[in-house]
T-cell receptor
Framework: EAQVTQNPRYLITVTGKKLTVTCSQN?????MSWYRQDPGLGLRQIYY???????DKGDVPEGYKVSRKEKRNFPLILESPSPNQTSLYFC???????????FGEGSWLTVV | GEDVEQSLFLSVREGDSSVINCTYT??????LYWYKQEPGAGLQLLTY?????DMKQDQRLTVLLNKKDKHLSLRIADTQTGDSAIYFC???????????FGQGTELSVKP
């Protein structure tokens, strides 16, 4: 079954404590990205990757890092989380020019 | 830059039709999507339309695309209380798999 899997699904953490949200896809997709969803703003792209070792900033990259060491995995790293990073995060993957974009189920992150 | 706009709220009565509107700015859009998000849940792809199409129908859903005006709409016929959710339109531009989302329209269906 085609899947994008994110973990953790729910997390409450404290300001400054490094955390990683993992994302894995089983469809051999080249393109992966991370979005954050905030009320009234929709989803905004944080970072994206067009293939292994190729990553680039999206529209709201500040405070985040990513890596793409393997094609299937695209972790999102918050080195020093702050309360303004409290949000719902989605990982997505697709073929570079395919019509279907697959989303993970979302990770609810609260930074206190 | 690319932008997608939606109104934030829509309220309808059960059994009526709902029309959710969306405008976008990127004339090089390839696909346009409608997603549904129920409370506390993730994103569910409802339908999508290729940019060279004017209309797509799928059971109770009708998507209309006016490429000249860069206007997209989603019509839900016979709206039910289970249709209450936030609806996002999104356009896929020319940067691989990147989607530009609208702010989301919260649809409230009253019995």
């Amino acid at each position: 079954e085609a899947q994008v899997t994110q973990n953790p699904r729910y997390l409450i953490t404290v300001t400054g404590k490094k955390l990683t949200v993992t994302c894995s896809q089983n469809m051999n997709h080249e393109y992966m990205s991370w979005y954050r969803q905030d009320p009234g703003l929709g989803l905004r792209q944080i970072y994206y990757s067009m293939n292994v070792e190729v990553t680039d900033k999206g529209d709201v990259p500040e405070g985040y890092k990513v890596s793409r060491k393997e094609k299937r995995n695209f972790p999102l790293i918050l080195e020093s989380p702050s309360p303004n990073q409290t949000s719902l995060y989605f990982c997505a993957s697709s073929l570079y020019s395919g019509n279907t974009i697959y989303f993970g189920e979302g990770s609810w992150l609260t930074v206190v | 830059g690319e932008d997608v706009e939606q109104s934030l709220f829509l309220s309808v009565r059960e059994g009526d039709s709902s029309v959710i509107n969306c405008t976008y700015t990127d004339s090089s859009s390839t696909y346009l999507y409608w997603y549904k998000q129920e409370p506390g849940a993730g994103l569910q792809l409802l339908t999508y339309i290729f940019s060279n199409m004017d209309m797509k129908q799928d059971q109770r859903l009708t998507v209309l695309l006016n490429k000249k005006d860069k206007h997209l709409s989603l019509r839900i016929a016979d709206t039910q209380t289970g249709d209450s959710a936030i609806y996002f339109c999104a356009e896929r531009g020319n940067q691989g798999g990147k989607l530009i989302f609208g702010q989301g329209t919260e649809l409230s269906v009253k019995p």
